[in-house]
């Protein structure tokens, strides 16, 4: 099983000159904790968690220099730590030095990468693109869905039925205002996340019941009203 076989893909992103203000609102409204600043082509430059908007905060209320930290030269007053500090978009404030992989990567690997690197999530990119995301929530519903403690090769209808099933939402409106995840292991289709309505739930179930090599269908998935300038 591989980073694409768990990621989540309709990720929300923001662009660069977007404000502080603006992408601390889409992380409440959409209930995630942080988001990838891509730009027009879809390259990843970085990412805004909510550490880094906390970590900006504090930088409004910070105390004054000492004086002779100002003399001596205080290492920690670099231009980029100021410009987080102090910045007022999403390019500002992001940290950019961000740990990603490709689509390929197994899923044990990215296990390894938030672990050791102490992440809550991985961004996944092929050449240059953003084309993903995995969290730690991902790798665990990975775990649920294989039902072992080894990981195994998802099978080639598997990764089809999964596909389909993405291909068939980006054409509604009503699943890209959601933020779910979609996992697929023996022919049984496992739904995460939040989605607007119970219509929605309904309309999400009877898709991958209408694709062939479906045998079930477990649905995880909690209702979220959309925000009002959604609606």
């Not at 100021?82 to 007022?88: A, D, E, N, Q, S």
């Amino acid at each position: 099983m591989f980073a694409k076989d768990i990621m989540t893909t309709n990720v929300i992103t923001a662009a660069p000159e977007q404000t502080v203000a603006d992408v601390a609102k889409l992380l409440i409204d959409r209930r995630i904790s942080a988001v990838p600043v891509v730009d027009g082509e879809g390259n990843l430059l970085g990412i805004v968690s909510e550490g880094d908007l906390v970590h900006r905060v504090m930088g409004d209320i910070e105390a004054p220099r000492s004086w002779w930290l100002t003399i001596l030269g205080d290492p920690s007053d670099i231009p980029d730590e100021y410009v987080k500090l102090h910045g007022t978009t999403a390019g500002d404030v992001m940290t950019k030095d961000v740990i990603t992989a490709p689509s390929f990567t197994p899923v044990a690997s990215i296990a390894e990468m938030l672990e050791g690197k102490h992440i809550k999530r991985v961004p996944i990119v092929d050449e240059g693109k953003l084309v993903g995301i995995v969290s730690r929530a991902n790798v665990i519903q990975a775990l649920i869905a294989q039902a072992s403690e080894t990981t195994k090769e998802v099978s080639k209808s598997d990764q089809d039925i999964r596909q389909n099933l993405l291909d068939e939402f980006s054409n509604h409106a009503w699943s890209s205002a959601s933020t779910f995840n979609v996992v697929v292991s023996d022919g049984v289709v496992r739904y995460w996340g939040f989605v607007e309505s119970d219509s929605a739930k309904e309309a999400m179930r009877i898709a991958a019941e209408n694709i062939p090599g479906v045998k079930s269908v477990e649905s995880n998935l909690g209702v979220a009203a959309r925000p009002p300038e959604y609606i």
